[in-house]
């Protein structure tokens, strides 16, 4: 598996490539999200345009004062449909497009799984599960809304990415059932996406801290994490699409110094290729090599033509294609 060690001072190596892009940031309590507030003041800092969904802005938003424009905020609901199509909605009518979007719902569990009540008959009561609602449904209702503006963006140098917040429980299995398997669930979610939408050049990746305090003497630092995000965001290495950014401490396992720069770890993504799987990926992989040259080489041109002529193109590309797949396995 393919790593890559980035250190703190390197984070904001790519920041040219952010200016003038319209960024959208979902998240809950913004005023208590440390991450929030630091990924965007950066980036408004660096010349993008910034707009944040959720609840309570801090009071540095929408700053008058600063040279660039600070983060605007928004009233929204992550865990309403609705509420975030009006907040897409928004920041298209806004900045005339959107380029860059960061799902940042967190919450940890409500409640303990393992310890069940039971009502006055004696029946196990029905567990509370908002925390899947907030850490993976509003997550997939913000994905859904990033494919359809990300493909309309007019920006032809549209970075088109979706950067996932997912924490150390997407990695491993600790505490907390709920947020765990919410957090392997946006792991999985970003994975799965990662080729189905490539032709579209849209660019998936996530970031998973352990912690993300604004303390001093915890590790992540929220401004870590928030230049781990932008460098996901900024990140043009293909091993970056589908990877996974992670925060490194002390060797001896102890949490890294604050005073000291800290460490980014990017892993690439590494699909299961042993027996079904590996012919499956094989097969996925060369349908996505097609339909790449069919886009460079600009074949869908023909389609301007007459209706027998679409048809008759589009059914030499399905055969070729189902060649292409099938015939080298």
Request: hydrophobic letters at 40%; proline letters at 6%.
């Amino acid at each position: 598996m393919s790593t890559k060690d980035i250190s703190s001072t390197q984070l904001y190596a790519h920041e040219s490539r952010i200016r003038g892009q319209v960024v959208l940031i979902t998240g809950l309590d913004i005023q208590k999200d440390g991450v929030v507030t630091e990924i965007a003041s950066e980036l408004a800092k660096r010349g993008a345009k910034v707009i944040v969904g959720g609840c309570n802005a801090p009071p540095s938003f929408d700053d008058p004062s600063s040279p660039e424009g600070g983060p605007v905020f928004e009233i929204c609901d992550v865990n309403d449909w609705d509420s975030q199509v009006s907040l897409f909605q928004l920041t298209e009518s806004k900045f005339g497009g959107v380029d860059i979007v960061i799902a940042c719902s967190d919450e940890r569990e409500l409640g303990d799984f393992t310890t069940i009540p039971v009502d006055e008959n004696g029946r196990p009561k029905q567990p509370n599960v908002d925390t899947l609602q907030t850490n993976l449904i509003s997550v997939i209702y913000t994905t859904r809304l990033a494919l359809h503006y990300l493909n309309k963006s007019p920006n032809p140098s549209s970075l088109k990415r979706i950067v996932f917040r997912g924490a150390m429980h997407s990695l491993a299995g600790l505490d907390s059932p709920l947020y765990g398997a919410a957090k392997h669930g946006v792991l999985g979610f970003m994975r799965a996406l990662r080729d189905d939408i490539e032709l579209g050049g849209i660019h998936v990746s996530a970031v998973a801290p352990w912690s993300a305090s604004q303390e001093k003497d915890l590790r992540p630092q929220a401004s870590l994490v928030a230049g781990a995000i932008f460098f996901a965001a900024t990140d043009t290495d293909p091993e970056a699409k589908g990877a996974i950014y992670s925060f490194l401490d002390d060797p001896n396992g102890a949490l890294a110094d604050p005073n000291q720069p800290g460490i980014v770890r990017r892993t690439a993504y590494l699909p299961f290729t042993e027996g079904t799987n590996g012919l499956l990926i094989k097969r996925a992989e060369r349908l996505t090599n097609f339909g790449q040259n069919v886009k460079k080489k600009g074949i869908f041109l023909a389609l301007a033509g007459t209706l027998p002529v679409q048809l008759t193109v589009l059914g030499v590309l399905g055969y070729v294609a189902s060649k292409v797949v099938l015939d080298r396995d």
